[in-house]
């Protein structure tokens, strides 16, 4: 590796014979200090490896081709859920010991808006953009110090928002279960969210319900609200999105390459890497936004030996068969269909499974 | 048996050949239709289990004695989780496919409670108890029957919530770690909570956050406001509580015969049971009262071997070594103590254990 | 259903709450009482699914076509294993409270075979076939009737094997990870084996170590033996198979009619159901056999996020490439090959995996 | 710690971002290079903990008083299980992901005894003992070499053994469930055995079927057999135990002082330290030696809620009432008493289980 890419470790954690859990952080230093900040993260999820595979081409990348940004890079991030082989599969999404979504506990800081946007009415950007950051540091930096301790997955979580709090672009590598990719942006972002040139976009509110996308961009898009209050125009400084690469377990490292360009065309378009012609590709198609609320998780109705006919991006119209579920209890088989149109996003759920098990991501067109 | 009480099943979900997963309702008729009915359950955490030995010591009690009201009893309530064994313990407080907390998903009606309260202004309790349990009975019902089906948990929570509906009184029998006896009630039933004669309760707001106790209190507290504002004083028409007995993966015969007699007492103090001479040891010890707020989980801040010198029930200061942590990789180990006072409810871990893991529950002088 | 096709439920266990845990039996009376009898059964490693779906394609054929020979069919035959969704994935091939594997425990019986085939050395083989049947019933009656109780795992393999005991025709449907078609056949059927069509043929030894193939034949071939020993030739008079129908988790219908297809060629083979001239399509292939001992488990050297470049039933060559593993500590992608040449039987491990990870089932030429 | 002990770490294993996962050593150099070396692990079991206080305990005592011979010590040797926390409890004893017991896979050398005798006939003890010790270290070797990976558990055992083997006394500590202490031992050290007090002791085959115990003794048993055969009366010049201490998930460090004491007063035996007057209270009382064979495994005839009325040590007698289970689905309780009279080694399982769960180990006299 160049010599500005530099590797190091975070300790997120201890085991049980009082040994440090760590991450491996790479942090690429970027030829102008003044461009984009960018944090990019993978497997949260432990079990949603796809990004890593995107993260080791775009690290091949920047070892050729030093990038304008400063970059930092933290692969599978989840040390704990990493090793988690249960069976025939991962416990990646959540905490085994007790149930919490790995991806549910990131910090939203207690902040009035308001009046630090009344302080930091003459402020620069660059000014207030660092009191808002040193602000929430301390508040989380306080948080892990707690007497009470913090959970596995809160702990995690502040760790590595601690690190994500000082970019200006976060990116958070995830995958569905068996899914085409999409996006999860912003809405007031939805311009630069066309960049990625992903198919499918999920328009997400400006709310702060725990992930880290939201954590990420949620006291900006507030403070930018507040000045709004005062008269005072500013774009949101932080962008912070979802990406969902495919499906879990699974690395693909030619699909990796496509997903690596769609990110570095969008890192173009930010100004954090130099413009190359060859993104041009991944933006051939129409990019579709869907409001999040018409994103819905669909669940089994029969306990059963679940078949798809249906590959995930594919749309389906109101009673169409999509799928069966053999119940053997009765040696009949079930034919699926559903009383609205859709488009599949994802398979969540396939062979044996019992009534209320998670079927099927759609976006469902009421 | 007796002939007043009878056996039903109730199918709750469908397993992965298509036959029916069921639970057992035993169903006790009182002798008097205008007394006040009964809700139990037990083991909706499917590993909290010693509801069921103080269940079957009130079938015991009812089989010799019938009661004044009508009583519900659903016993191991959670089939799903019930035979979850895995490795040296139950995955029974979540679900083991996707971590949903089997206690979190109770139904919370959409009601405009002010409009309902107008309506209702001169219907009797009878009738506008009548009316309100029918809306919300034909929501769940709407609700179970969405086209986008649902999850395991909230059907089942659904189910038992149908149940518990009819009642005035709802029972659920849960358990925590390795803990005290201890209650949950709402703020407004402070007083008949004390009939329980348990030496710890907790007083929970009157919100609504996907539990059952809150879940069936939360609609007849917020009618009960609404008629208050229309100057109509009436009380809330039911209460719900928690009872939280003792350990988990337990049964102990001997303390259930205790516990069902501090139920008894509380029943024959709401006029479903007859009273009873034998009821009043019960009481001896005097009820301390605490905020919800004050009970704080409390969190690795090692990783290591976890020993514990304080048994739940007991108090500890400030300062003071209630445990010791071994770090088998330093050789060496740490004595565990807090910078605050507390009562010691639970130990919910020992052994080996990493950082962030669930230690303590305690109530917190601060 | 025709009435010659009747359903009844077998209980093997018993739940928590104390009610039975059964499995449904399927009975197809044939028209012929001398044709062979047959037995059947899918998913005893519950996550391994396929035979399902083959067996409802049975089904449909013998409700259609009356088969000579009398048919038992037991699908999902391991309802505790059945439900055990943990996470991204079933724990079906072992118990999941102790690990024990699902398919090791059929019982072996206790004979002295020499001293059986003196004393039979003038019955008929109707004659000493009952009186060996009615011995192994016998010890496995008594085996169930321990003082000391049996395994969840023991028990269920003991009650399975009392119902295939009466067949001569033992069909054990399995599946292995991700993975071609493939069958385990004992080494003396191996030219009945050919009637299958399996490209992939695997010859076990006359030996007992658990699986119900084993346990099926073993019997019967040591009894041969000793028949042979005293001069009296005798045919093996049971056949057992283990049938390996693909991938794990997985229904595929379409696949599922052809290896019903390939089903009853054999079953028509041995005068179980009438010739079909639509079955010879299966056997257009070579049939290959392989010593068990050529048929080896490969694990990972190195930990890593583990990609294939090969499918199930590719052929490799010493050194080549077949896939990488991507180790994100050391941002570095580390090409898999062996030195050894092999056929891909089945992938068990890809994504994020430990060193010591089952990786591959190959057949190996050394 | 003094600087005759020192700490080192040996890589068992790599995580799936291709990191090493070690386990701690520390040696403790003896002042006499003749006396015998010992080898102590813990935690193979990764729930079994109790032998990390020992050794914390063994370490303090080391610290204070250098023994005679070297002494190795592995606590919680089992990374890989260490950690699994799933529930309410550990998978510790066997291999989530495969159901692999990780107790037993260590190596069974191949090896002519008779050669290797005859080869050895006129060499010293020394000089066997070291030409035996190298001939399966390179065995060892190979096999963790193997073309086709070796799986985690096996990969484990032969690093750990690699470890033992070159010690005179192999110590592997472990617990069991809730449990009364007791020890393994080799029928030939019947005499040795009894120097660690340990009120009930197992005797065990001399044959190899994968634990420590039997693997780090059978050769050290085959060879001195074999030079018995050729007439040259020779000892078994390695003891190799494993030692039950009492309850898994569990630290009592009060109890660990006493189980060091046991393990001091049995290597002051052996002349690895010197004599402590204090160690004779540990013999107090009679050693009762039992057949591998009268230890019985007891599983559940019923599924229900089991309580115990009996405690870990205590014996019972035929017909006795030693527990009950409930069955809610009945609303009965069912005693529970054995045909047999027996010693109670063991509470393996409570609360809520299925038919064939394990419910106790026993000592049987039958």
């Known amino acids: ?166 970019a200006d672009i976060i990116l958070d590598l995830h995958t569905d279960t068996h899914a085409v990719d999409y996006l999860y942006s912003p809405q007031y972002a939805k311009e630069s969210a066309k960049k990625f040139g992903f198919e499918h976009v999920l328009l997400i509110e400006n709310k702060c319900n725990g992930a880290l996308d939201e954590a990420g961009f949620y006291p900006w898009w507030s403070v930018q609200k507040a000045f709004a209050q005062l008269a005072r125009e500013e774009p949101v400084l932080v962008e912070s999105y979802t990406l969902e690469l495919g499906s879990e377990e699974l690395i693909d490292h030619k699909k990796a390459e496509i997903q690596a360009q769609s990110i570095l065309h969008y890192l173009a378009s930010q100004g954090v890497v130099d413009q190359m012609p060859g993104h041009k590709h991944a933006l051939a198609k129409p990019v579709a936004f869907y409001d999040e609320g018409s994103f819905r998780q669909v669940y089994a109705k029969n306990g059963g030996l679940y078949e798809w006919f249906l590959l995930p991006g594919e749309t389906f119209v109101k009673d169409q068969v999509i799928g069966q579920c053999l119940q053997m209890a009765h040696a009949k088989a079930i034919p699926i269909c559903y009383p609205f149109d859709g488009l599949l996003i994802s398979i969540n759920g396939k062979g044996a499974l019992q009534q209320g098990s998670h079927l099927l991501n759609v976006v469902n067109a009421l």
């Open 1 to 166: 590796m160049k010599n500005y890419i530099t590797k190091s470790s975070i300790e997120i954690g201890q085991n049980a014979s009082g040994e440090a859990i760590s991450v491996t952080k790479f942090t690429i230093k970027g030829t102008d200090t003044k461009a984009k900040k960018v944090y990019i993260q993978a497997s949260m999820h432990a079990s949603e490896i796809q990004g890593n595979a995107v993260i080791l081409a775009l690290l091949n990348h920047f070892n050729e081709k030093q990038p304008l940004g400063n970059i930092t890079i933290i692969p599978q991030c989840n040390p704990i859920g990493r090793d988690m082989l249960i069976g025939a599969g991962h416990v990646g999404r959540f905490d085994a010991a007790n149930g919490d979504n790995w991806n549910r506990y990131y910090f939203k800081p207690e902040i009035n808006y308001q009046a630090f946007a009344e302080n930091h009415l003459k402020s620069t950007q660059a000014g207030y953009g660092k009191a808002l950051r040193q602000l929430i540091s301390t508040q989380i930096e306080n948080a892990l110090q707690s007497d009470f301790g913090l959970s596995r997955a809160r702990r995690l979580n502040y760790r590595m928002q601690q690190e994500a709090l000082w």
